[in-house]
């Protein structure tokens, strides 16, 4: 059996997903500071681009939503205009958590792909993923003190916290009882500075069930730390 065939029984009821890139920084930065996500590659795309481009040719009839804040502007000008711009006027004083909400509030699907905008990532990453469950992409182990790492209790995420063993990326599904947990958590004003990992633990400690799920081997994916690991991995 084909791979294409294959993928396409793995991805048989993704109709209603609606796909989120988030596509801001935290943090003052310098004017002459880049974004991740605007980072050009050795062809002269923008990781955003590219990232966008991946997603739309996956998921061609499911939404794109970008959430963005301070270089909306710029963001506008390297998508095409079937991208939806959910744009953040508070992003000097908000965290992901408003981010969130203003995408929940702007989208009718019942289910939320979040994938972070200073991740590289391959078409096989996409293709891989099983949507049965809500989920956040990690590895086993491989995880250091600096990034967000999880743990895990029977087949399930138990907390998210810096330096916990099982490394995470931010690409995260949510549905369902967890999607509505974290549109509660995110529609608190007073809350809105909540970081993802935050979200996700609340979401846990509320009675969500969220699976770590593992990339195939072969799968490429990398979180960008500077323009270097962009020009590096432009062929992915």
Not at 29 to 37: E, F, I, P, R, V
Not at 140 to 162: K, P
Not at 202 to 211: D, K, L, P
Request: glycine share 6%; charged share 25%.
């Amino acid at each position: 059996m084909s791979r294409r065939h294959v993928s396409k029984i793995k991805r048989a009821d993704t109709g209603d997903i609606g796909v989120v890139l988030l596509a801001y920084e935290t943090g003052q930065k310098s004017k002459s500071h880049t974004s991740k996500y605007l980072l050009s590659m050795a062809n002269g795309n923008s990781v955003i681009e590219k990232q966008s481009k991946i997603i739309s040719k996956v998921f061609s009839d499911n939404s794109l939503y970008i959430a963005t804040g301070l270089d909306c502007d710029k963001i506008v000008d390297k998508i095409p205009k079937s991208v939806r711009i959910v744009e953040n006027q508070n992003f000097h004083c908000t965290g992901t958590a408003e981010y969130i909400r203003l995408v929940i509030n702007n989208s009718t699907e019942s289910s939320l792909l979040i994938i972070d905008g200073g991740i590289l990532f391959s078409e096989d990453v996409l293709l891989d993923l099983d949507f049965s469950n809500s989920f956040i992409l990690c590895l086993e182990g491989n995880n250091d003190q600096q990034n967000i790492g999880a743990t895990f209790s029977e087949g399930y995420i138990s907390q998210l916290s810096f330096g916990l063993q099982n490394k995470t990326y931010d690409i995260i599904f949510l549905k369902d009882h967890e999607l509505k947990l974290a549109e509660k958590i995110c529609s608190n004003r007073d809350k809105n500075k909540l970081l993802m990992f935050e979200i996700i633990n609340f979401i846990v400690n509320n009675g969500g069930s969220i699976q770590p799920q593992i990339p195939k081997k072969t799968t490429f994916l990398k979180n960008v730390e500077s323009a270097k690991d962009v020009y590096e991995n432009s062929n992915l």
